[in-house]
C-alpha cells in the first residue's frame, strides 16, 4: 500500500503536520518513538520537563495542549553577581524608562511576527522573510547587536537576558535577534504551564500512529520507501521529517545546521534556601549553570540547568531527587543557518530548525501539510 504521506516524528512539527492531514482527508502514518517531543509532560508528576510554557499567542502549538497554572511574571527574581532582586522593587522603578523603551520596541517585533507566522502558514520561511526586510534583518542579527542598538543593555542585563537564558540556555551572543524578540514576547503576553494527554493524541491519530523509529528512506520513481527499527517497510508519494536536526541530516544533505544547547531538568522536592524561596522563579545569568528554578503546584520545584551536575545542597536546605530528564540535543539556538523546508517535489522537513520554540515547529509543520494537500486528488 502507498500511503499520501509519512511523517516522520511526532512532536510540535510532526503532530501539527499530521492533525492538518488528517483534517484535510490524506492517508497518512506518522511513525516515531515517542509523542511529544519536547512537549515533555509526564502526567504522573504533573510537571513539564522539555518546553516549559506556552504562550497565549501560541494558536497552533496549543491545539497540541491544555493550558494549566498561568506564570505569574511579578513573582521572579532576577539574580547577578551583586545579589538579586524581586519584578517589583525599588530596583525595577529605577529602570522604568528602558523598560518602556523594551515595551515599545517588542510592540514593533510583535506587529511584524504576526504577520511573518501567518505567512509561514503559506509560505516558505524564506518567503515569508523575503516579504518582511524587517524579520529577515533580525534572522542573521546577533540579540547582543541588536539590544546594542536599541539601547536595552541595561534592562537586558538586569532583566530579558535572564528570561532569554531560561528559554534558550544560552548567551544573546549565540542566538539570533528574531529567536531574542521571539522569546521575549514571553514578558508582555500571558504565558501558562501545560499538560498533554497523550491518549487523547492517540485517538486522533487512530491507526495512523506507527511507534517506531525509522531507519533508512529511499525514493525512486515518485514512491517513498521507509525501513523502521521494528522491520516495518512503508511507502508513501510524500514524506515530511520532523526529526530534529541532526537525526534529519542522516537522511538529506541539509548543509549547515544551528548549533544545539543542553538543558538539564531535575525534579525536586525540598526546601529552598532563604533568597530562593521568596518568589515562584528564580533567573540566573548566563554565567551560572543553573538557568531557572520554578516552583510548582503541589510545592515541588523544576530546576533546569546547563550542566549535568547540579549542587542541589547550593539550592536546597533539604531535598529529595524524584527523577531528572537530560536533553543532551535540546534545542537548536546557536548561528544563523537556514534549512530549506522542501528537497524536492515531495520530501518536506519540519521542525525548530529557523525558529526557536514550540509554535514555529508547529507552524512549519502546518505549512508542510498545506503543501501536500495541494497535491492531492479531491
Known sequence: MVHDVVVIGAGSAGLSCAKRLIEGGADVRVVSDTLGGRLAYDAGEAVNFGAYFVMSNYHHAEKLVTRRTRINPLSCRFHDAD????????????RIPGLARF???????????STFKTNCEYMSQREAMELDPYIARLFVQPASEF?????LGAVAEDYVSKFSYACTGVDLDSITALDFCNVSQGL?????RFSVDEQAIRGWLGQAYLQDTVVAHAEQDGVHTLSTAGGVT?????VVFATPAAVTAQFLDLGEIRRTCQLYVLHVRGRLRTGLDGEAMNLFP???PIIFTAVQDDGSVLVYSREPEVDLDALFVRHEL???????KAMYVSGRAYVEQQYGPSTYVAGDHNGLGL?????SGVYAARQILKTLPR
Open 83 to 94: 545579589g538579586s532582586f524581586a519584578t517589583l522593587s525599588g530596583h525595577t522603578v529605577r
Open 103 to 113: 515595551a515599545l520596541v517588542m510592540a514593533r517585533f510583535m506587529r511584524h511576527y
Open 147 to 151: 539590544i546594542a542598538a536599541h539601547r
Open 188 to 192: 508582555l503576553v500571558p504565558i501558562h
Open 234 to 238: 512503508l511507502q508513501a508519494r510524500n
Open 286 to 288: 548566563f554565567s551560572s
Open 322 to 328: 524524584v527523577s531528572r530528564r537530560d536533553w543532551d
Open 359 to 363: 509554535e514555529p515547529a508547529a507552524i
